[in-house]
């Protein structure tokens, strides 16, 4: 059996046992962040609901990547257990049309027993969106994080080079991270500018709470003037959050995308928004 979102016990339909993955996007402004909690609106209690109004039983859906309150996702990957014997596309239309206008799941796939949401995925990519202009956006409110102050996007590149590779990020987690380890490996970070948006796109094997703000945080230090390029490793070397710069804003941050084997069959990350990753400048 399987649990429900509040930890009741599932009755799947007759039939196999089968696991579904889901690609969803959302709009995270007015969710209390990914995970389930009581008497919030959280992602996973929308989508646990929807699922369950079309398998008809209660469901569990797992993520590849939690996110926070405010934050949003272009290509979340979910996962859940049913026995209820549906079609893909019933799947897909049939939890939309139960989900509210902040959700949308836009694709449905079936995957082996073996494969987990979280644990099968071997990259995840996120996405920091900075409004860089004097005045506010009514557009992308909550949807963007506004820096008047004019970004030196060459400096940023410069100081996201130096926290490639493997290293402990303790310099970058939040209080509260319970992770084990600070240790995690990014492939990745680049950053570009389109006219008045400035993204930073960071590639890593898995990210530590708060990781990817407080990277964002330290690039527009260093992109405003406040600091060095240099001023990167030395507050990865440091290990010491108390001496980097505070963290950026929720409203800026999109998981973009969780990679996983090929072998697994699952959409990449062709058609999520924001600028094309040709253009993307590298920061290495």
């Known amino acids: 059996m399987t649990a429900g979102p509040s930890g009741e016990a599932a009755t799947p339909a007759s039939g196999p046992l089968q696991r579904i993955a889901l690609g969803v996007e959302y709009d995270g402004s007015c969710f209390a962040g990914w995970q389930a909690q009581p008497a919030l609106r959280t992602v996973a209690g929308e989508l646990a609901r929807a699922v369950a109004v079309v398998a008809d039983h209660p469901v569990s859906v797992l993520c590849g990547g939690r996110t926070d309150a405010g934050v949003h996702a272009e290509g979340q990957v979910v996962h859940f257990d049913t026995a209820a014997p549906r079609t893909l596309r019933a799947w897909l239309l049939g939890v939309n049309a139960n989900l509210p206008p902040d959700v949308s799941v836009r694709w449905v796939r079936p995957v082996p027993p073996w494969f987990h949401a979280r644990f099968s995925a071997v990259a995840r990519t996120y996405r920091y969106r900075i409004l860089n202009r004097a005045t506010r956006s ?10 008047r102050r004019p970004l030196d996007v060459a400096a940023m590149q410069v100081a996201g080079a130096a926290l490639l590779g493997e290293h402990d990020f303790s310099a970058f987690r939040a209080a509260e991270c319970q992770s084990r380890s ?3 490996r990014v492939d990745a970070i680049r950053v570009l500018r389109d006219g008045d948006d400035v993204w930073i796109e960071v590639v890593a094997n898995a ?3 708060h990781m990817v703000r407080n990277i964002a945080g330290l690039l527009i230090a260093i992109g405003s003037g406040l600091a060095a390029p240099r001023r990167a490793a030395e507050v990865l070397a440091a290990r010491d959050r108390r001496i980097a710069p505070p963290t950026a804003a929720a409203d800026g941050l999109y998981l973009r995308a969780v990679r996983y084997p090929d072998a ?3 959409p990449g990350d062709a058609g999520m928004e924001g600028p094309p990753r040709s253009a993307m400048i590298a920061a290495h």
């Open 207 to 209: 990210f530590l709470h």
């Open 138 to 147: 009514a557009l992308l409110a909550r949807r963007a994080t506004l820096v």
């Open 182 to 184: 600070p240790v995690r």
């Open 264 to 266: 697994f069959g699952l």
